[in-house]
């Protein structure tokens, strides 16, 4: 999901590399491919226009103020502002507390549930020198529990699975 995403992003905001400046209509341009690719990856459409409202406004701001810098590179940093500031403002860790910590990873079919799982796995062993057992619950695809077994073995983890509760 958040590949598409970025790709989405990258190419809308492509059309403003080589322009000299920021106009009124290529950040509309912008804006209205940047709307379109938070809508395809599920963000509310009424989240979404705020977004873009606020980067718009933004950009209309600075279009005549930054002249040394590129019109794509100032909208890359325009978006990327707003994405912090819409998820907080502020990069905060991980926190694990319990014994055990649980942490619970949901989300759409096809949206990388189990490769994100193997990933924060990888992070929490490595960077937090935590004991990560992983447990394989997706028993409507047994190729998730094999895929999620893989990626176990791959970054020296344990895993719980349960095959004879399969749904097949």
Not at 38 to 66: P, S
Not at 73 to 90: A, H, P, S, W, Y
Not at 154 to 164: D, H, T
């Amino acid at each position: 999901m958040f590949d598409t995403l970025s790709e989405k992003l990258d190419s809308a905001l492509k059309g403003l590399s080589g322009q000299g400046k920021l106009s009124e209509i290529n950040i509309a341009q912008s804006i209205k491919e940047i709307r379109r690719a938070l809508v395809a990856a599920d963000v509310n459409y009424k989240i979404a226009k705020e977004f873009t409202d606020k980067v718009k406004d933004e950009a209309l701001g600075t279009q005549n103020v930054l002249k040394a810098v590129k019109p794509g590179e100032l909208m890359v940093k325009i978006v990327m502002d707003e994405m912090i500031e819409l998820m907080g403002g502020q990069s905060v860790g991980i926190n694990v507390k319990g014994k055990p910590g649980v942490v619970l990873i949901a989300g759409l079919q096809g949206s990388g549930k189990t490769t994100f799982t193997g990933k924060l796995s990888k992070y929490l062993k490595d960077k937090k020198n935590l004991k990560v057992l992983v447990a394989a619950c997706d028993v409507y695809r047994p190729a998730a529990i094999s895929q999620l077994e893989v990626l176990a073995e791959q970054i020296g983890v344990e895993i719980y699975k349960e095959l004879e509760n399969r749904i097949l």
